[in-house]
């Protein structure tokens, strides 16, 4: 099973950057789909970004589209999302999760939906200020 834990959230101001890091333990995150979601106080759990198992699968949230960029470190075992340009709207505690899929069958908006993920972190939260 494998374990993971999210690191790199902070308070910026807008416009700033961050890097969200997913750290896995326990097996190998590269036959695992990766999926970044946020939650405000209040609301849903939402979608951000995703990463399949196949080669450039990859999907994001409309809104964040051109400003964050899902990746994959499969030498340290890592998933990382660097936010550019944030937005206050972009606050929220951010949570990574993971489903095992060595057959690649996820991808696209499935990528988002938090049921396809069976195991998830404990979060890292961002808040951005203006």
Request: glycine share 14%; charged share 15%; hydrophobic share 40%.
């Amino acid at each position: 099973q494998v374990q993971l834990l999210e690191s790199g959230g902070g308070l910026v101001q807008a416009g700033g950057s961050l890097r969200l890091a997913c750290v896995a333990s326990g097996r190998t995150l590269d036959f695992y789909a990766v999926g970044w979601f946020r939650q405000v106080q209040g609301k849903e759990r939402e979608g951000v970004s995703g990463i399949g198992t196949g080669a450039h699968v990859w999907y994001y949230l409309a809104s964040v589209r051109g400003r964050f960029t899902i990746s994959r470190d499969s030498a340290q075992n890592i998933v990382s999302m660097e936010m550019n340009s944030l937005k206050f709207q972009d606050t929220g505690v951010y949570y990574c999760a993971a489903k095992q899929d060595p057959w690649q069958r996820a991808a696209g908006i499935t990528l988002l939906e938090p049921t396809l993920y069976s195991t998830w972190g404990q979060g890292t939260r961002v808040t951005v200020v203006s």
